[in-house]
């Protein structure tokens, strides 16, 4: 279970290929998120993904699409989950459908229940 920010946004502590990071989850992109500056901290070397262009909020960007060996929320943890890198810095890791589209999501007052599908 996740719960809601003052702001309406579910945020949660979690992990990338065992490292920490922030995530905040966005199921309106496709796949799970981040900045080139987290990537680089998390140890991935995204310039081995394939490069491609992503359509956000600001436009279309440039990314790398890449493969996390893991990713984990709690006690749940997934692998081999799809993922875009961008340019830049990003304040969170944004968890895109690559992970959540694994689970059922019902939202239950303030919080969001993830029911894992497989």
Do not use: C
Not at 65 to 91: F, H, N, Q, T
Not at 92 to 101: M, T
């Amino acid at each position: 279970m996740l719960p809601v920010t003052s702001n309406g946004h579910f945020v949660t502590a979690g992990a990338i290929n065992g490292k920490p990071v922030n995530f905040l989850v966005d199921t309106g992109a496709s796949t799970v998120a981040m900045g080139a500056t987290e990537a680089q901290r998390l140890g991935i070397d995204y310039r081995k993904g394939q490069p491609g262009q992503s359509s956000t909020a600001n436009g279309i960007v440039a990314n790398w699409r890449i493969k996390l060996a893991s990713v984990r929320i709690g006690d749940v943890e997934v692998y081999e989950v799809d993922a875009s890198v961008l340019p830049g810095s990003m304040p969170y890791v944004l968890l895109g459908n690559s992970f959540p589209g694994r689970f059922d999501l019902k939202r239950t007052h303030d919080q969001l229940v993830l029911d894992r599908r497989y």
